[in-house]
């Protein structure tokens, strides 16, 4: 069984330096294969247009392919050509590659490239033409992942109609298949769409290769999250099939995660391996994605922990692997305390979409519940950061990056509770109550507090960057710091109005709104549900004023029967608005416990009692490929809380 690993090169450019010092490591620890996920990460001398400013050069790519040649270690370069195609879309000329469609026929400016399109199979070939030279293990992988949108095309539309959507995508793998082996090149992608539509496999082409993917721990099979966390086995219909099967886990992070999951990762690499073993799997690829919010060092730690699997099967526990990925990584580390301590960062991990909400908006984070769970992991952050050189200078920097979200979760809920309780004063006592005035001098002094804080974060995210990216780009978290910074500005704006006259205290402020919906949404039957709250604007028409995910990226959660239970606080206009709370995407969740609140008044919408709940949207259906819609509703339930 061979042993890969992936590098995701679209979302941020590794320093190539960095990148060929890695590879005689990974060749040491027996990985023998590397797939690089590129998008527009690469420049394609056929189809000049696609290449981002920052992308490798065909001369740096060469480099680096040269050096995995040296040291025994192949190349699949991965080159998407289905779903998570934008990185062509976005060019005007082949835009109207995309399979979405405004309602006049015309290309709308996101989508992915529609499989009947003519010009679709004259750029698929371009660009394996242009990677053909760099797939040195005589592969290439077209991702095809993912792909919800097929069918919408005209052009799809018919042919599904003709012939059913499985036999759609897969006469589309065989075309792409063909002008694979014209370049004498064996054709990956990746299996989710064959669990989906497990009649597609009928028409894979022998000889093919599908890489079976899932993220979270689990027993025999793997599961799927668009089926309700279903388990499924494609591996006896690709074997019957001529398919060779891969298990893929994953080394790092969710999105915006700034620290991988340490031991759900390694839970997750145990899973694939025994899986693997157990079917006869031809690989073992360990991949990476979206690793652009934290130190790829970090994740690296995990891929040379998974390499205990095959090199110490002796070691076969989270805390052992982790100590030995670290020693591998870091020649002379404590590889045991260093296991202790990130195994520690799990259990306050910044994971899933109500934590990272604080990113895009600090006033939905005016909750009915306290901030003693942030306080916790504030103290626990500024006590592992005071290791300082004992811990490796990318887990430092980590560990700095993300003692500052702690102390802004700290912060800006702390700031939002406290503006209520002085709504609560003034309109107790008024305006004269000397604790108003103290109060308001106590937010401008946090406030204060608060931007050398954040200048410290930028300077955080800065150094987290910097390891191993180039140091003339601002990467997200610290474009994100920058954001936190110009909400800072708006909060010390309104704090000195407030101060100046204190009736402007209901209004609307950077963390809460003049008035906030706060309810409990339950999830129950987790898949891929979001949960938006609109208002109802002129001539009957609705805006989405807040949405929020539902997906908790953490194990607890990917199962088909869970219980959790998250707030969600949006501000809203006030109770003479007609509000609704909605669900998108596919599954069903419930609501409970609504009210709207100004810090004064606390209102229960017409209808409600304490013990109602509402449930929202359809189960997740056992077959078929899911309508993933984020701009509809699936359903919706009003809240009233007009006199």
């Not at 061979?2 to 620890?29: G, H, K, M, T």
């Not at 009947?116 to 660009?127: G, I, Q, Y």
């Not at 339950?522 to 997906?551: K, N």
Request: charged residues 25%; glycine residues 8%.
């Amino acid at each position: 069984m061979i042993a890969a690993f992936q590098w995701d090169l679209a979302r941020q450019v590794e320093r190539l330096d960095w990148l060929l010092a890695q590879l005689p490591r990974y060749a040491d620890w027996g990985y023998r294969e590397l797939y690089l996920h590129l998008e527009d990460a690469l420049e394609y001398p056929s189809l000049p247009g696609v290449a981002r400013r920052d992308a490798y050069s065909q001369r740096q790519f060469a480099r680096l392919v040269d050096q995995a040649t040296r040291v025994g270690i192949g190349v699949v370069p991965i080159v998407n050509l289905l779903g998570h195609t934008q990185y062509l879309i976005k060019v005007p000329e082949l835009r109207d590659l995309n399979e979405l469609r405004a309602p006049d026929g015309s290309p709308l400016e996101r989508g992915q490239v529609c499989p009947l399109h003519p010009k679709t199979l004259e750029v698929a070939d371009l660009l394996l033409r242009d990677v053909a030279a760099f797939c040195t293990a005589g592969k290439v992988h077209v991702g095809l992942d993912e792909s919800f949108s097929l069918g919408r095309h005209p052009l799809s539309a018919a042919e599904i109609r003709e012939v059913g959507i499985e036999a759609h995508f897969g006469r589309y793998v065989q075309r792409l298949h063909g002008i694979a082996a014209a370049r004498g090149l064996r054709l990956g992608l990746w299996a989710d769409m064959l669990a989906l539509l497990p009649g597609a496999v009928a028409h894979v082409p022998p000889g093919s290769i599908a890489y079976d993917w899932y993220y979270y721990p689990f027993g025999e099979r793997p599961r799927i999250e668009l089926r309700n966390f279903r388990e499924y086995d494609l591996a006896p219909a690709l074997r019957a099939r001529g398919v060779e099967y891969w298990g893929c886990p994953m080394n790092g992070s969710f999105r915006h995660e700034p620290l991988p999951v340490f031991g759900e990762r390694l839970a997750n690499l145990r899973a694939w391996w025994r899986r693997c073993g157990a079917v006869g799997a031809g690989g073992f690829l360990v991949t990476s994605w979206e690793p652009d919010r934290l130190a790829i060092a970090m994740t690296t730690v995990v891929d040379a922990a998974a390499a205990c699997l095959w090199r110490d099967p002796g070691i076969d526990d989270a805390p052992g692997m982790l100590a030995r990925g670290f020693e591998r990584v870091f020649p002379g580390a404590r590889g045991r305390e260093l296991a202790r301590d990130a195994l520690a960062c799990d259990h306050r991990a910044f994971a899933g979409y109500a934590r990272w909400e604080i990113n895009d908006r600090w006033d939905v984070c005016a909750t009915r519940r306290g901030v003693a769970r942030y306080e916790d992991e504030r103290r626990f952050f500024h006590r592992l950061r005071g290791r300082g050189r004992a811990l490796p200078a990318p887990f430092r920097a980590s560990v700095a990056f993300r003692t500052y979200l702690a102390e802004r979760d700290v912060y800006v809920r702390a700031t939002a509770a406290t503006v209520l309780a002085l709504r609560r004063r003034l309109a107790k006592a008024g305006p004269a109550d000397p604790r108003v005035a103290r109060g308001l001098a106590a937010l401008r002094n946090r406030a204060d507090d608060f931007a050398a804080i954040l200048r410290a974060g930028r300077a955080s995210a800065r150094a987290l960057w910097r390891l191993t990216r180039d140091g003339r780009v601002r990467g997200p978290n610290e474009r994100m710091v920058a954001r936190d910074a110009g909400r800072l500005r708006a909060l010390r704006r309104w704090i000195a109005r407030s101060a100046a006259n204190p009736s402007r205290l209901f209004a609307a402020s950077p963390v809460c709104g003049a008035w906030q919906l706060r309810l409990d949404v339950l999830v129950s039957e987790p898949a891929v549900q979001r949960i938006v709250v609109e208002c109802r604007g002129p001539g009957d028409s609705w805006r989405v004023i807040h949405g929020r995910t539902a997906i908790e990226f953490r194990a607890e959660a990917a199962r088909p029967r869970v219980r959790i239970r998250r707030e969600l606080s949006v501000p809203v206009p006030g109770p003479g608005c007609a509000l609704r709370v909605a669900v998108r995407g596919i599954g069903r969740v419930a609501i409970a416990s609504p009210e709207l609140t100004d810090g004064v008044a606390s209102l229960r919408p017409r209808g409600w009692n304490a013990a109602r709940r509402a449930t929202l949207g359809r189960p997740a259906l056992p077959r078929g490929l899911p309508a993933l819609d984020w701009g509809r509703n699936a359903d919706a339930v009003d809240l009233d809380f007009r006199k």
